[in-house]
């Protein structure tokens, strides 16, 4: 059975929420403050969390951000809160979806299986083969270092290389330049984030149908980039 962590103060809705999600097939935890959510959530014993942003204790960012340094559980961030920049911050945090209340509970409900359907996707397949990446005309062979798509091969620097491998390996995570930068180029390289700029355009010039419309690397604007395997 999916376990699924609820971090809410609110004890009505957090109690309407479990019974909708136990009722659909799910054992579930509630945790009412930041500091216990966090606790638990880092217990890593959870196969999904939803996340309400405004809480006692640490808020729902600096849970997701405590939570993305070690798992890549999907996250569902919950908010009364519907500035755009509150959900460009979510996300850039590595939050998967942010759902704005009031929202049916129904809604709730359908998200949550999609996310952990497309979660168990993901890392069945990598269970699977940890050697080889195929995803749509994609494919990775990490062993010889090697790219496809559509079956031709396509030369990357090695670079281009780390950076397509650490956007598989984080799936639908949303990264900012700066992030991306330090990632692949590390603390002690010379250079401007613009060159993940340039890396990521070279990137889709060699993978994407359609490099104008990304179907793999998508800019979330304001934040940075994600890509998608949906």
């Known amino acids: ?3 699924i962590l609820v971090i809410e103060d609110d004890a009505v809705i957090s109690e309407v929420q479990k019974d909708y999600l136990e009722a659909a097939g ?3 935890d509630v945790a009412d403050s930041g500091d216990v959510g966090l606790e638990m959530a880092l217990q890593d014993g959870y196969d999904l969390m939803i996340l309400d942003l405004m809480l006692p204790g640490k808020d729902g960012y600096e849970i997701c951000r405590k939570v993305r340094e070690t798992s890549n559980l999907p996250i569902l961030m919950v908010s009364a ?3 755009e920049v509150d959900k460009i911050r979510g996300l850039g945090l590595g ?3 942010y759902i704005i ?3 049916s509970l129904g809604e709730l409900v359908a998200r949550v299986k999609a996310h ?3 979660y168990e996707r993901l890392t069945g397949s990598a269970a699977r083969n940890t050697d080889e990446v195929r995803l749509r005309a994609l494919r990775i062979d990490k062993l010889s270092h090697r790219v496809y798509v559509n079956e031709a091969e396509v030369a990357l620097t090695s ?3 780390d950076l397509l491998l650490f956007f598989v390996n984080h799936p639908n995570r949303v990264f900012t330049k700066d992030e991306l930068f330090l990632k692949i180029w590390g603390y002690d390289s010379l250079g401007d984030i613009a060159t993940v700029t340039v890396h990521v355009s070279k990137l889709r010039e060699k993978i994407e149908p359609d490099p104008s419309k990304p179907q793999y690397i998508e800019t979330i604007w304001g934040v940075g980039y994600r890509f998608r395997v949906e």
């Open 116 to 118: 952990l359907a497309r």
């Open 101 to 103: 209340k009031p929202f």
């Open 26 to 28: 799910y054992a579930v």
């Open 1 to 3: 059975m999916k376990r």
């Open 159 to 161: 670079k281009e290389y």
């Open 95 to 97: 939050a998967d979806d």
């Open 81 to 83: 809160r519907k500035e």
